[in-house]
């Protein structure tokens, strides 16, 4: 199983990113997926998460309407769109997959991961 973040990057307070995740490998199809992110000193946190149909949508309180996911099962791939961003958004960005439709928001409860993509929110 492979899951690769791409997209992270320094960007001005304020400014754009969009994270992208692509998967291969998962032996079931269309899990449900979610971002996470760790900052410095801090625990992983639950960002974002999509079911596998798409159509339930769970955000942290943080990022509720500035952080947009969202997911093409066809290519296999999970994207975080993240507008307004804060200096307190910078973190390390992991993709997760776990089995089923469900969305969690307990990382324990996701069995694959991405190796991250830094993300940093200057001033």
Known sequence: ?????????????????RLSCATSGLTFKWPAMAWFRQAPGKARE?????NSDGDQLLYADSVQGRFTVS????????????NSLKLEDTAV????????????????????WGQGTQVTVSS
């Open 1 to 17: 199983v492979q899951m690769v973040e791409s997209g992270g990057g320094l960007v001005h307070f304020g400014g754009s990113l």
């Open 46 to 50: 639950f960002v974002a998460g999509i």
């Open 71 to 82: 997911r093409d099962n066809d290519k296999n791939t999970l994207y975080l769109q993240m």
């Open 93 to 112: 960005y992991s993709c997760a997959a776990r089995p089923g439709m469900r969305v969690a928001i307990f990382d324990s409860e996701y069995d694959y």
